[in-house]
């Protein structure tokens, strides 16, 4: 090796030491700033958990994103909804059959009409009904024929003409023969015709003020033993609102209570009214009650068999609210976040009810004033 190439080889050599003596003093000056980035950047935690209790340190993110708020009482007025539908009021619809099986001689009325009470609705010719009226007139002749014998024997008896004998037979057919009149009376009773009545053609008149709401005969028509009515009156000025509660909201409902409805067939009306009556009966299949409710119909825009969704609202009672948002669900629960101290709070299961002008009814699990979270409880475990 020449001279040269040693002098080569040192040169290469120095330079290889110098270059990794400038490298390890770099990294010992540039390591210590790559150890702060690298602390800089790692993120503060957001929470902290100590024994059930959930700590949000000074600097967390969602410190400030939490809001709380008093727990409350408020006295709120519950709502109920349910599907309803129209029905005639009993005691103001009057199913109309004939007295007896006959042929329709005329019909006074069409159907639509407003009638009163008494007017007649059409006339009838029934043949039980004319020998039922013969009976009668025969009955009151014996009769009256009778209580002249009976009179006549009282008056011979008094004079010591007639046996006693005689007397109390004449008393026993007048007995026999009024017995027979107040039966044959009471037959046209059944019938609907008065004595007074008796001969003249056979009405039938309207027994209440309303209106023919279903007519299902002509003239010229027999009728033997209809099972439907002629026809059905009914007054519709007032109708009432048959609607099927569920179990769980009969408490929320009592006779009196203020209810609004709306009608499929008058969208954008509504409609005020009262409950007439809850009944005790529970179906055993739905689970449901029946509660009937009045509403005004002066302008007969509610017909029966009309669908309806009303709304009950009860009278003003104390409850616990949250807003909706402050309730969270986890699997099969409802909880809150309580706030135990400054900045630290703990989870707790509470049973809700139902939504109550924007805000949720607690049944239990939280007392008047504590505060918890209400808004951003979600940021939370």
Do not use: C
């Not at 007649?120 to 014998?149: G, M, N, V």
């Not at 006693?164 to 019938?191: C, F, K, N, P, V």
């Not at 009306?269 to 119909?297: A, K, M, P």
Request: net charge negative.
């Amino acid at each position: 090796m020449t001279e040269k190439s040693k002098s080569s080889k040192a040169i290469r050599n120095r330079n290889m030491i110098l270059g990794a003596v400038i490298l390890l003093l770099l990294l010992i000056v540039l390591l210590p700033q790559f150890r702060r980035e690298a602390i800089i950047e790692e993120p503060m935690p957001q929470y902290q958990q100590r024994n059930g209790h959930i700590y949000i340190p000074e600097d967390s993110p969602i410190r400030q994103r939490l809001v709380t708020g008093k727990v409350e009482i408020k006295e709120i007025r519950r709502q109920v909804s349910a599907p309803a539908t129209v029905e005639a009021n009993p005691s103001k619809r009057a199913n109309i059959f004939p007295p007896a099986g006959g042929r329709i001689v005329q019909l006074f009325v069409n159907m639509g009409q407003s009638v009163q009470a008494g007017q007649a609705l059409f006339e009838i010719y029934a043949p039980d009904l004319a020998e039922a009226q013969t009976h009668y007139i025969s009955a009151r002749s014996a009769l009256a024929q009778a209580e002249k014998e009976l009179n006549r024997k009282e008056a011979l008896h008094e004079r010591g003409i007639a046996p006693l004998r005689e007397l109390e037979e004449a008393q026993t057919e007048y007995d026999i023969a009024r017995s027979e009149m107040q039966g044959a009376a009471q037959i046209l009773r059944i019938m609907g015709i008065d004595e007074e009545e008796i001969g003249r053609p056979l009405i039938v008149r309207s027994p209440i003020a309303g209106r023919v709401v279903d007519l299902a005969v002509a003239p010229g028509e027999f009728i033997v033993e209809p099972e439907e009515p002629l026809m059905i009156i009914a007054d519709l000025s007032s109708v009432w609102v048959t609607a099927s509660i569920q179990e769980k909201d009969i408490r929320f409902v009592d006779t009196g209570a203020d209810v609004t409805a709306r009608f499929p067939a008058w969208p954008g009306e509504i409609y005020e009214g009262n409950v007439l009556f809850v009944s005790d009966i529970l179906d055993e299949e739905t689970r449901t009650t029946r509660v009937r409710i009045e509403f005004e119909n002066q302008d007969q825009k509610l017909k029966p068999g009309m669908f309806a969704s009303v709304r009950f609202h009860s009278e003003p009672a104390p409850a616990i609210v949250l807003p909706p948002q402050a309730v969270l669900q986890r699997r099969d629960f409802n909880y809150v976040y309580v706030k135990t101290e400054s900045h630290s709070y703990k989870m707790r299961e509470v049973t809700v009810g139902d939504l109550v002008d924007d805000y949720l009814v607690i049944l239990s699990g939280l007392y008047e004033g504590e505060e918890v979270i209400i808004q951003n409880a979600v940021l939370l475990p």
